[in-house]
């Protein structure tokens, strides 16, 4: 059962897929009716278990709207009015459709027999301590109009919690784009399995809280409809913890733990070494080398004196101008090499020649910005080895201009850039999106604002890069790995601003909290 329900949490599914999926179902000989019943029976559950966590007036003391549309959203809907109006509380119903589906039509007319009052207009609605969306559920594509797009932006000035069945009315399925206008939700119920809308940064303000309420689709009709088609997963604690390289081997060395080239900083941005190099320590690789300007060694040793400071001839301005490795060692001595934070774009031979290079490489900052000017697509088809581009959407729109707008559907962007490349492409974001060149997508579900700091991007870059290392020593898949150190990040980013708040979390104090996120 616990692995069954792993496995739910991370599949994320479109429109289409959900309807395939839940058409099996019926085809079974699940009655709708049935389904109907046990998945509004788990959300007037949930809604009472957020009312007591609140401290919220319970039954007898709370009065609940719940807003009804034409199809089987307001068929769960108005089960679950039924279901509290039992529990006792005082219950109505918005109900503005003339036309219902026959289903949903019943439920009506029942709960009118039960003396629940309903209403057609929007200014006939009374008070209420907490509103219920079940006016549209996933597979609208139509933008709404009046009157219920007037409609619902009264309701979105109301001063009471919403909670949203399924996915807030207004939103696109698939995308997360607002059709028209939107429920702003306090809650929402993702019934069955995750919608994609719920991982698009546009969606993020509309969905408040999101939880899943697992009604026990079977696991056999889930990968039935999924088989043929890319994968995208919900990285879960679960698979990031288990995707780490731990536990350790009782009798292992520093270099069997990886060996990890940083190429990061200049004298203008010194501060983006160090932090890339925090980011790197964080992540337990056995050997840690990293080459900036000469004019920083002292700088970086005094911050990681365990790492191997290499430094590298200089240009005028700080950048550096060559990369110079010690005696007898060249890039095929490391096991991955991490390359652009602080470089600026006069470092723009050094990012060639990693490029040029038989190793793993990660590119972030100005080296993708040197990477863009170069054509990014044509390049990295050139490269034999693992590529891994970490861009956020500026970045992301230099390297690949020809890719449709990230900020609309960033899944379907991350994708078709990873396919031309050739490259893995991590997508930050509120919602950081990571692919492959299959066209396999792993999204990390939660973060926090507190990221949006200068420097933060430098530290995963360090932390991706040490686990990188760490996993082309031990055979740990690649895309797993990448999607780990954005959960990693992710998780720190979290825990610190739960401790510190949103506003007391810089970047260094970002790389202190890596390893508290994993104990």
Known sequence: MQKRQEKISQVVVTAGQMHDIEDRIFAAGMPV?????????????????????????????????????????????????????????????????????????????????LGIPIYQTIEQLPDSDLLIDGLFGFGLEKNLTDPIASAINQLNELPVPIYSIDLPSGLHTDTGEVLGTAIRATHTFCLGLWKLAFFQDQALEYLGKAELIDFDIPLADVEAVLKDVPKIKRITSATALATLPLPRPPVTHKYKEGHLLLICGSRRYAGGAILTGLGARA????????????????????HLPEALIVGCPETETGAMAQLQLPEKTDLSSFNAIACGPGLTRDATPIVQEVIESDRPLILDADGLNILAQMGAIATLKKRQAVTVLTPHTGEFQRLFPDVPDAKHDKVKAVQEAATQSGAVVLLKGARTAVANPQGDVWIIPESTPALARGGSGDVLTGLLGGLLAQAATKQIPLEDIVATAAWWHSQAGILAAQERTELGVDAFTLTQYLIKALT
């Open 33 to 113: 009716v049935a389904l109907m019943e046990k998945v509004a029976g788990l959300i007037a559950r949930s809604v009472q278990e957020i009312h007591f966590l609140r401290g919220l007036p319970q039954a007898g003391g709370s009065r609940v709207g719940i807003l009804v549309g034409p199809g089987h959203n307001g068929g769960d809907a108005l089960v679950v009015a039924r279901e509290l109006h039992f529990r006792g509380y005082e219950v109505w119903i918005y109900s503005p459709f003339s036309k219902l589906k026959e289903l949903t039509s019943q439920h009506l007319q029942y709960a009118q027999s």
């Open 283 to 302: 992540s337990g690789v056995g050997m840690l080398s990293i080459a900036v300007p000469e004019s920083l060694k002292s700088l970086l040793v005094s």
